[in-house]
Nanobody
């Protein structure tokens, strides 16, 4: 069965960095787009970033562009989110998700990892 397991979250000061990982299993990872989505306390889901099958094409929300970098290692079935220059408004639970249809539909989600940006 499909499994997505996020890790790497934690507490970081404003301006700091974190690297999230999402280990995938149960499907042919290298043939699917992958997505990071976040949910801040009391708010709805916010799309963060997409990456294509091979990792050569990426997309970002304006709120994270220039600060976050999505990447993937298909040999390790893992997608990453490098987050730099973190702001308090980046505080959220971060989820990785598998795309059913590239950039149009998500069919499997991880359990999420908490990122808290606070001094």
């Amino acid at each position: 069965q499909v499994q997505l397991v996020e890790s790497g979250g934690g507490l970081v000061q404003p301006g700091g960095s974190l690297r999230l990982s999402c280990a995938a299993s149960g499907f042919t990872f290298s043939t699917y787009y992958m997505t990071w989505v976040r949910q801040a306390p009391g708010k709805g889901l916010e799309w963060v970033s997409d990456i294509n099958h091979g990792g050569g094409v990426t997309y970002y929300a304006d709120s994270v562009k220039g600060r976050f970098t999505i990447s993937r290692d298909n040999a390790k079935n893992t997608v990453y989110l490098q987050m730099n220059s973190l702001k308090p408004e980046d505080t959220a639970v971060y989820y990785c998700a598998k795309n059913l249809v590239p950039r149009l539909g998500l069919d499997y989600w991880g359990q999420g990892t908490q990122v808290t940006v606070s001094s």
